[in-house]
């Protein structure tokens, strides 16, 4: 229980409830009447305990026990409501896809689009890669294929185990139980967790042991060998039978299998065994692949964070996993964004960099196109491209198309992310400064509109957006937006500061930072 405590986890203690409930529910033919009202009588606490602790009815608030629990505290309850959210968004990816789902391990990319309001208003750019739920991650990737051959294969292995227990007897039930066990609480905790290796791994030995002692199939065929085995024995010896002429009839080969088949080795077995070796060569190798990458973009984020390492030095550990494995987009986007990093610096007027910034981005815009073209669904990915064209336009106007584009792709893939709206909005702000057209100031005002509807205590948003509106001698609609900012941020000085006579247009920079890319 103590190690169970120090894993933060609340996942785990679900798994062991289920699982002491399970081998009392299996064994409750062998069980002391107390001890089975007992384990009743803790499940029912325990399911008490999560309505009290997630939906509190008839209180303002959960006990201080789950209400003021830390922030890795096992009894910590305030990212319910977040799961739920992406449970949420897992069943609407599932009713757009129900048949094959969006392709494996696709969540992520396929999540912004489906989020609801309040989780974007809340989390922003904080967007998780899976739905924390190993059934609905199931759905929303493979649809009802996928998760239906997983409910098919699991229900089998669970009902299979269940009818073969009331058969068995001593240490081999004993072991059936304990496979049921773990198969069981691999499922509980699933329902609340992601599918690391460790994990999966448990779950699919479990479920081969449960088929290995119960599979129908398997146990007749036993069955019949033990009985085939049984009627020899019973059988006992027979005499020696003579031929006519008083020759003695040749006494039957001992059977070395016992009655048990065997693949009878044939002239192609070494061809066989060949390939098969050459085979499990090359999956290991290409197995290992995505390892070796790993470790070495690990070692580029090392050398990051070393002072006095060159930027094409560090990006040439990005580049070499890239190299390694293609298939990975984190790669060259770690590559971009050191690129990214130096043009922003070279672009300052403290900069001694003998490199201009146009050749910084370029730089960095070939390689965020790498990953954008394995993920163009991929909403950092577009990002980064946007970015990287809105700096750009700092130095060079006729880029501020080319980053409107991309943050138009932006804003179509995360809709609810109100850090998506308002760096758009900041970049058409930048370029209303260099250019008169006023449609470029009204569409900066829609944006931010968008902001503040999705994220009222955004107040950089309403300061620029009461400016903006004052610049386009919207008077009326500025006054309004005021008091509507000063009514949900009283008090709030960044507010304040902005005068309800002032009709300046904005002075934004268009200075830019390169964020932390996000990979698949």
Not at 2 to 17: E, H, K, N, P, V
Not at 253 to 271: E, F, Q, S, T
Not at 332 to 356: C, D, K, T, Y
Not at 468 to 473: C, E, G, P, S, V
Request: glycine share 8%.
């Amino acid at each position: 229980l103590l190690s169970l405590y120090y894993t933060d986890s609340r996942g785990a203690f679900i798994a062991l409830g289920v699982v002491i409930a399970t081998m009392a529910f299996l064994y409750r033919d062998r069980l002391p009447r107390w001890v089975r009202l007992g384990a009743l009588a803790g499940v029912i606490l325990a399911v008490l305990t999560g309505i009290v602790a997630i939906f509190h009815p008839f209180m303002s608030q959960a006990p201080a026990l789950f209400s003021k629990a830390g922030q890795f505290s096992p009894f910590r309850t305030g990212t319910f409501q977040e799961r739920s959210w992406y449970w949420i968004d897992a069943l609407r990816i599932f009713k757009h896809h129900p048949i094959a789902g969006t392709g494996p391990d696709t969540y992520y990319a396929n999540y912004p689009r489906f989020r609801l309001p309040q989780d974007g208003a809340k989390l922003a750019l904080t967007i998780t890669d899976k739905p924390h739920n190993i059934f609905l991650e199931y759905a929303a990737d493979s649809g009802i294929i996928g998760i239906g051959t997983y409910l098919t294969m699991m229900g089998l292995g669970l009902w299979y185990g269940y009818r073969r227990v009331r058969q068995l007897e001593g240490s081999t039930r004993l072991l059936l139980v304990a496979f049921l066990g773990m198969m069981v609480a691999y499922l509980a905790q699933g329902f609340f967790s992601i599918d690391i290796p460790p994990l999966a791994v448990l779950g699919w030995v479990s479920l081969s042991c449960v088929a290995v002692l119960a599979d129908p199939g398997g146990v007749a065929q036993r069955d019949a060998i033990e009985a085939a085995q049984a009627a020899k024995v019973r059988g006992g010896t027979r005499p020696k039978k003579k031929k006519p002429g008083g020759v003695a009839r040749a006494q039957a080969k001992a059977d070395p299998y016992r009655g048990v088949r065997v693949l009878r080795r044939g002239p192609w077995r070494w061809w066989v065994g060949a390939t098969a070796l050459v085979v499990a060569i090359v999956l290991i190798v290409f197995g290992v692949k995505p390892f070796y990458a790993d470790e070495v973009a690990h070692d580029g984020q090392i050398a990051q964070n070393t002072q006095g390492e060159s930027p094409q030095a560090i990006a040439a550990f990005y580049e070499h996993a890239h190299g390694i494995w293609p298939l990975e987009p984190s790669y060259p986007a770690m590559a971009g964004q050191v690129f990214e990093l130096e043009g922003n610096n070279a672009g300052q007027s403290s900069s001694g960099s003998a490199v201009p910034p146009a050749a910084w981005y370029a730089e960095a815009l070939t390689w965020y196109r790498k990953a954008y073209n394995l993920q163009p669904e991929n909403v950092f990915y577009v990002m980064n491209i946007a970015r990287v064209y809105a700096s750009w336009a700092g130095s060079d106007q006729t880029k501020f198309p080319l980053a409107q584009t991309y943050w138009k792709k932006a804003v179509a893939i995360d809709p609810t992310d109100w850090q998506v709206h308002q760096q758009y909005a900041q970049m058409l702000a930048n370029w209303a400064n260099v250019d008169v057209n006023p449609g470029i100031r009204e569409e900066a005002v829609t944006q931010l509109t968008e902001v503040v509807r999705q994220s009222p205590g955004q107040a950089t948003a309403w300061v620029l957006l009461i400016q903006l509106d004052r610049a386009l001698n919207r008077t009326a609609a500025a006054n309004s937006a005021y008091q509507t900012a000063i009514k949900d941020n009283p008090g709030n000085s960044q507010i304040l500061g902005v005068s309800p006579t002032a009709t300046a247009p904005p002075t934004s920079t268009a200075t830019s930072t390169a964020t932390s890319t996000a990979g698949g």
